[in-house]
T-cell receptor, first 113, second 109 residues
Framework: IAGITQAPTSQILAAGRRMTLRCTQD?????MYWYRQDLGLGLRLIHY???????GKGEVPDGYSVSRANTDDFPLTLASAVPSQTSVYFC????????????FGPGTRLTVL | GQNIDQPTEMTATEGAIVQINCTYQ??????LFWYQQHAGEAPTFLSY??LDGLEEKGRFSSFLSRSKGYSYLLLKELQMKDSASYLC??????????WGAGTKLIIKP
């Protein structure tokens, strides 16, 4: 792989179900991010990780959790999905936190019914 | 609160010049980014300004005035492939990006 990948590409999920969105990068970037993008709104930060082993909460963390066991992977879990979590989810990475360009994955389109 | 404002939509003609404005009010400032996002795709980096002034990169230029909380992206010699949304984002005091809702640019032949 080259760059940053996400899986699945899209998913339809019943409310109340658990779902993990996967994100992997091979650029050896220290910082990783999860955003959601909704029509008419800017990208909103859900969770971030400045380096492997650490995570932090962004602007809209409720209902989501993340882990960063290694440099490459940064999965996002919805413990019990709700319709308001219907969105396009983007994972991104940057070499370091701050003053650095973020590289984005292709996104996951999630629909919660 | 934190706020990034940019026009929702703009229309321009192929070959022309267009300026997309962005104003911001954030808790701290560590730089301003512009990204391009084609429909159904991921954002891609265009420019980064941390000091006042103009940064030129080919057909694209970005300007920053920190005292006015203002930036613009200037696109010259517009091509049909420039039809996309342009996202303004400010890095705040916590080094997190605060994003505007984006400006959809429509290019007409």
């Amino acid at each position: 792989i080259a760059g940053i990948t996400q899986a699945p590409t899209s998913q339809i999920l019943a409310a109340g179900r658990r779902m993990t969105l996967r994100c992997t990068q091979d650029m050896r970037h220290n910082a990783m991010y999860w955003y959601r993008q909704d029509l008419g709104l800017g990208l909103r930060l859900i969770h971030y990780s400045n380096t492997a082993g650490t995570t932090g909460k962004g602007e809209v963390p409720d209902g989501y959790s993340v882990s960063r066991a290694n440099t490459d992977d940064f999965p996002l879990t919805l413990a019990s999905a709700v319709p308001s979590q219907t969105s396009v989810y983007f994972c991104a990475s940057s070499l370091e936190t701050g003053h650095n360009e973020q590289f984005f994955g292709p996104g996951t389109r999630l629909t919660v019914l | 609160g934190q706020n990034i404002d940019q026009p929702t939509e703009m229309t321009a003609t192929e070959g022309a010049i267009v300026q997309i404005n962005c104003t911001y009010q954030t808790s701290g400032f560590n730089g301003l980014f512009w990204y391009q996002q084609h429909a159904g795709e991921a954002p891609t980096f265009l420019s980064y300004n941390v000091l006042d002034g103009l940064e030129e990169k080919g057909r694209f230029s970005s300007f920053l005035s920190r005292s006015k909380g203002y930036s613009y992206l200037l696109l010259k010699e517009l091509q049909m492939k420039d039809s996309a949304s342009y996202l303004c984002a400010v890095e705040d005091s916590n080094y997190q990006l605060i994003w505007g809702a984006g400006t959809k640019l429509i290019i007409k032949p």
